[in-house]
């Protein structure tokens, strides 16, 4: 029993029980390598422990991670060391040594903290390998030299071959890594990138809504209600900042069909640097910071803050006008939770009378045929003006005529009515469950809600809510 593992042996010369941690590993390009599956390193490996009467403390799979990583990059390397340091680990058993490291360097810097554990390792099959042998010292050096100089290399060879399919716009990487609006189709060894027809309406949609209205937690709220979806600000940021918009990925143009052009995306992140904002901690977000209008001076009411009995704190709405500078009379305060119950019990209200407010405006607005008016106008003139230059008509009928045409011009208002406002964002709240999805939403969620459609409203002396006041995008 033990063999050549002089590791093992020095235990059996203490006449104890031997805890060994089986560790495996598998980077995501050796998965179909014979003998280096998870699957085929554990089966040795309990196969060996059973051989020599070991006893499996536990195992540690790092899948799908690179040798030459930090150990703080391998999550089970990282956790065995410090089962290690707990005292519950005798010996680490590996498969072979390119299973537990590929840098020289990092080798060394686990070997320490292990060594000072009083943990060694073995290599099933590599038995002359032992890290307490100071002979087989150099052995390691160069086994652990190889294996880091095959890494890099086959790094390179991935990369170069990535970058060419990529080229050739392919797709290299997991269909997770690409967000809703497309979707991986094709062989497995030729797949390539697609529109996903499924969301495109709704990918159109958060960009119209975003450019409208230059928010990102208006355009989160307004999406998560409408669709039904649940998306966070990180996807919003890493879907508005995506060059695959406008169809280019990795600096290759043209590698799937766009949703809007070049010029358009980077009006979009122009506005996303010029509304760049720090967002509050998660257990402190106020609701309606920037929304809130005082009735006495204007300005925006703040958010404030107290502790309610010690137990929980309490969010309120202040005007630092009156608080802070003592120059505004509204000196009362009202707290967050009065504000979000009166805006939800009368939500369909407020909407329904914008909706019907913005809908009379409209009807009676009166159709500009000045405009047109002007056009014939202008028509007119340069007719004169050809007929002059041909010599048909004298100097003099010219001017009388030029200036009674451009005397009607000037007492037209050709100035355009204002364009007809889009409301159908507002009449898609009262078409949802708005109430059932909000309770869903977190907080920071429910603050992108209120603002994907109101823009600001006032507090009344009584706290209440001035409908009128209500602003909405």
Same mark, same amino acid.
């Given at each position: 029993m033990y063999g050549s593992y002089k590791q093992l042996l020095r235990y059996q010369e203490r006449n104890r029980v031997i805890r060994i941690a089986k560790y495996v590993r598998c980077s995501s390009d050796e998965q179909k390598k014979n003998g280096y599956t998870i699957g085929d390193q554990l089966d040795l490996i309990d196969e060996f422990a059973t051989e020599n009467e070991l006893v499996s403390v536990g195992e540690y799979v790092d899948e799908g991670v690179s040798a030459?990583? &930090? *150990?703080?990059?391998? /999550?089970? $390397?990282? #956790?065995? *060391?410090? =089962?290690?340091?707990a005292g519950k680990i005798d010996v680490i058993v590996i498969k072979c040594i390119d299973r537990f490291f590929r840098s020289v360097e990092e080798y060394?810097?686990? #070997?320490?903290?292990?060594?000072?554990?009083?943990?060694?390792? $073995?290599? *099933? &099959?590599?038995? =002359?390998?032992? !890290? &307490?042998?100071p002979d087989a010292a150099f052995k390691i050096n160069i086994y652990l030299t190889m294996a880091e100089y095959e890494a890099k290399k086959t790094s390179k060879r991935i990369k170069f071959n990535n970058k060419m399919r990529i080229k050739n716009k392919q797709v290299v990487t997991g269909a997770n890594s690409f967000l809703f609006p497309w979707t991986v189709t094709g062989e /497995?060894?030729?797949? %390539?990138? +697609? @529109? =996903?027809? @499924?969301?495109? &309406?709704?990918? $159109? =949609? *958060?960009?119209?809504?975003?450019?409208?209205? #230059?928010?990102?937690?208006?355009? $989160?709220?307004? +999406?998560? +209600? /409408? %669709?039904? @979806?649940?998306?966070?600000?990180a996807t919003l940021d890493r879907f508005l900042t995506d060059t695959l918009l406008y169809g280019e990925y990795k600096g290759v143009a043209n590698y799937v069909e766009p949703f809007i052009t070049k010029e358009r995306f980077d009006r979009i992140q122009d506005i996303m640097k010029r509304n760049a904002r720090a967002y509050s901690a998660p257990n402190r977000?106020?609701?309606?910071?920037?929304?809130?209008?005082? !009735?006495?001076?204007?300005n925006n009411l703040t958010g404030n803050f107290s502790k309610s009995g010690g137990k929980y704190e309490v969010l309120s709405y202040r005007c630092n006008a009156s608080r802070i500078r003592k120059i505004c009379p509204f000196n009362k305060s009202i707290s967050e939770r009065k504000i979000e119950k009166q805006l939800l019990d009368n939500l369909e209200q407020f909407i329904t009378n914008e909706v019907i407010r913005v809908e009379t405006i409209e009807e009676i607005q009166p159709k500009n045929n000045n405009a047109i008016k002007a056009e014939q106008i202008k028509i007119e003139i340069e007719r004169l003006n050809m007929m002059f230059r041909k010599g048909r008509i004298e100097e003099e009928e010219y001017d009388t005529e030029y200036f009674k045409l451009e005397k009607k011009l000037k007492k037209l208002d050709t100035t355009e009515p204002p364009p007809k406002r889009n409301i159908d964002a507002l009449k898609g709240v009262l078409e949802t469950d708005y109430r059932g999805i909000y309770a869903k939403l977190t907080k920071e969620n429910k603050k992108a809600f209120w603002r994907s459609f109101i823009k600001e409203f006032v507090i009344d002396e009584n706290k209440k809510i001035v409908p009128e006041s209500i602003i909405f995008f």
């Open positions: 030459t990583l &930090e *150990i703080s990059k391998r /999550k089970a $390397l990282a #956790q065995m *060391i410090e =089962d290690a340091k060394y810097a686990a #070997q320490k903290q292990l060594r000072a554990a009083g943990v060694t390792w $073995l290599s *099933i &099959e590599e038995p =002359d390998l032992d !890290p &307490e042998d /497995k060894k030729n797949r %390539y990138l +697609i @529109k =996903d027809k @499924k969301n495109e &309406e709704m990918t $159109l =949609d *958060i960009l119209d809504f975003y450019e409208t209205h #230059q928010s990102k937690a208006a355009t $989160l709220g307004y +999406i998560n +209600i /409408k %669709y039904g @979806k649940r998306m966070t600000m977000v106020f609701l309606f910071s920037g929304l809130i209008k005082c !009735p006495c001076c204007g």
